[in-house]
């Protein structure tokens, strides 16, 4: 099956600063999401993304669908962005979304 | 808008009891899905469903049933519970199978003890 690694596993930044996620993935794909995980444990929806770029405020991703790769920019982070990121994908065959192991991220004050 | 109602939202379980874990959604989504969470391992999917009435294994799917006679609920079953099924539960929906975006109930954190 489809596999989907993420890097770096973990993260840990001063407030302000700016930051890169990447998920790499080893087929090609119809759907690729990105979420964050809280501390409380829900999962939030940050980008469907299978193709292109998208913008939500401080955060963006961009996913290169022919090169197998999509990214997470944070920017201008905050304590509120402390969490675990998930990449998760699903291609042609699959029925639902697998997912990658997550970064884990800590921002400090 | 509820979105993906799980319940309950936690519970602690004597091994070799029966346990069924509830989910309900609100958006008229054809899919549903049981995932797992374990440290380390990330979300692993138990079982899935693609619409009503018809129902697929995942990448764990054992110890676990279900059954989607409705288009809004998607009940997960342990028929007899083991200390290795202790984890957190998620149930997620999606208007068709795979390719749409998908959203996640708040999850379940079971104790087998």
């Known amino acids: 099956g489809i596999q989907v690694e993420q890097s770096p596993p973990d993260l840990i930044l001063q407030e302000g600063a700016n930051s890169t996620l990447r998920c790499n993935f080893s087929?090609?794909?119809?759907?690729l999401q990105w979420f964050h995980q809280n501390p409380w444990g829900q999962l939030i929806n940050l980008f469907y993304?299978?193709?292109g770029t998208k913008q939500n405020g401080r955060l963006s991703a961009t996913t290169v669908a022919t090169e197998r790769y999509s990214l997470l920019y944070i920017s201008s982070s905050q304590t509120t962005d402390s969490g675990v990121y998930f990449c998760?994908?699903?291609?042609?065959?699959?029925?639902?979304?697998?997912f990658g192991k997550g970064t884990t991220l800590s921002v400090s004050s | 808008i509820a979105g993906i109602t799980q319940a309950p939202t936690s519970q602690i379980l004597a091994a070799g009891r029966r346990m069924t874990l509830r989910c309900t959604q609100d958006?008229?989504?054809?899919?549903m899905y049981w995932y797992r969470q374990d440290l380390g391992l990330g979300l692993r999917l138990i079982h899935y469903?693609?619409?009503?009435?018809?129902?697929g294994k995942g990448e764990v799917p054992d110890g676990y049933s279900v059954s989607r006679a409705n288009t809004d609920d998607f009940p997960l079953t342990l028929a007899s519970a083991v200390p290795s099924q202790t984890s957190v539960y998620f149930c997620?929906?999606?208007?068709?199978?795979?390719?749409?975006?998908?959203?996640f109930g708040q999850g379940t954190r079971l104790t087998v003890v």
């Open positions: 997620a929906s999606s208007a068709s199978a795979g390719n749409t975006e998908a959203f």
């Open positions: 087929d090609s794909v119809n759907n």
């Open positions: 993304i299978p193709s």
């Open positions: 998760a994908v699903s291609n042609q065959a699959g029925t639902a979304l697998i």
């Open positions: 958006m008229r989504h054809n899919a």
């Open positions: 469903s693609n619409t009503a009435g018809t129902t």
